[in-house]
T-cell receptor
Framework: GAVVSQHPSWVICKSGTSVKIECRSLDFQATTMFWYRQFPKQSLMLMATSNEGSKATYEQGVEKDKFLINHASLTLSTLTVTSAHPEDSSFYIC?????????????FGPGTRLLVL | AQSVTQLDSHVSVSEGTPVLLRCNYSSSYSPSLFWYVQHPNKGLQLLLKYTSAATLVKGINGFEAEFKKSETSFHLTKPSAHMSDAAEYFCVVSNSGGYQKVTFGTGTKLQVIP
């Protein structure tokens, strides 16, 4: 099946620094990738939709200047948390969409746990 | 508009007994429906999906779900729970219309008692 990887899996950083998270589709091309965040004991919340070669579409309430998304190729999307603060500490998960037949499937990465001190 | 409701935030079963995790949805379009499992500190794994084919969908690890349009439900079942099934389960609806957007349920934590 389709595999999505994320790097790094864990990151600890100081407040005010920027952190880049990579999401790769390893054995397929993904024109669309999604970024989610998950707070402890809560469900996943969609942050943005990343489209290859164009600007990302952000959900309401998500600051596009704080969460920079780049989808430079059909197998790579990056999320950069700029000037991270402790409240940005969360579990960030990406997914890649595969269209097949009459439906779609999203394959999720293993997630990146961010802790901002 | 679409939404998904997982009726139980926590379900506890004994090992070897059946599992039922409930999910109801609403969608303006013909939906695609999914169940994902998340083990502690792990990413999401697709268990099964419904995409307008057979209403009874079989997934991995012995799980299955039945799409019931009249009841707008997509409950997840397994005949016999295993200790390794203990995890968080998410029901997900995807809009199969022009803009495909995924909405997650709030999750059901499954506890399996030895």
């Amino acid at each position: 099946g389709a595999v999505v990887s994320q790097h790094p899996s864990w990151v600890i950083c100081k407040s005010g620094t920027s952190v880049k998270i990579e999401c790769r589709s390893l054995d397929f091309q993904a024109t669309t990738m999604f970024w989610y965040r998950q707070f402890p004991k809560q469900s996943l919340m969609l942050m943005a939709t990343s489209n290859e070669g164009s600007k990302a579409t952000y959900e309401q309430g998500v600051e596009k200047d704080k969460f920079l998304i780049n989808h430079a190729s059909l197998t790579l999307s990056t999320l950069t948390v700029t000037s991270a603060h402790p409240e940005d500490s969360s579990f960030y998960i990406c997914s890649a969409r595969v269209l097949a037949g009459r439906g779609e499937t999203q394959y999720f990465g293993p997630g990146t746990r961010l802790l901002v001190l | 508009a679409q939404s998904v409701t997982q009726l139980d935030s926590h379900v506890s079963v004994s090992e070897g007994t059946p599992v039922l995790l409930r999910c109801n949805y609403s969608s303006s379009y013909s939906p695609s429906l999914f169940w994902y499992v998340q083990h502690p500190n792990k990413g999401l794994q697709l268990l099964l999906k419904y995409t307008s084919a057979a209403t009874l969908v079989k997934g991995i690890n012995g799980f299955e779900a039945e799409f019931k349009k009249s009841e707008t439900s997509f409950h997840l079942t397994k005949p016999s729970a295993h200790m390794s099934d203990a995890a968080e389960y998410f029901c997900v609806v995807s809009n199969s219309g022009g803009y495909q957007k995924v909405t997650f349920g709030t999750g059901t934590k499954l506890q399996v008692i030895p």
